[in-house]
């Protein structure tokens, strides 16, 4: 999986909010509150995973243009740069 820059500015504002999630989790699931602190866990790692493979809104204009950009210019074969 690669990332862009916005991509990875992304990634870095769900770590800022997945991040204390996380942390009250693994300090619930050392106190031995296991499903409050599987759930925040569970959560957290949720917040990071899941925008890296759901297409959300947001994706879709971005998919439709690079459909109809690859429609429309044509990569040149390798017999037209021979000649």
């Not at 693994?26 to 602190?37: E, I, P, Q, T, W």
């Not at 949720?46 to 950009?69: C, I, K, N, S």
């Amino acid at each position: 999986m690669r990332l862009g820059i916005l991509g990875t500015l992304q990634l870095a504002a769900t770590l800022i909010f997945a991040a204390p999630v996380g942390i009250f989790g693994l300090s619930r699931l050392a106190d031995g509150d296991a499903l409050l602190g599987g759930g925040a866990v569970a959560i957290a790692v949720g917040m990071v995973v899941l925008p890296q493979y759901l297409t959300t809104p947001g994706d879709v204009p971005v998919a439709v243009g690079e459909r109809l950009v690859g429609a429309v210019v044509k990569t040149p074969d390798e017999d037209d740069e021979s000649s």
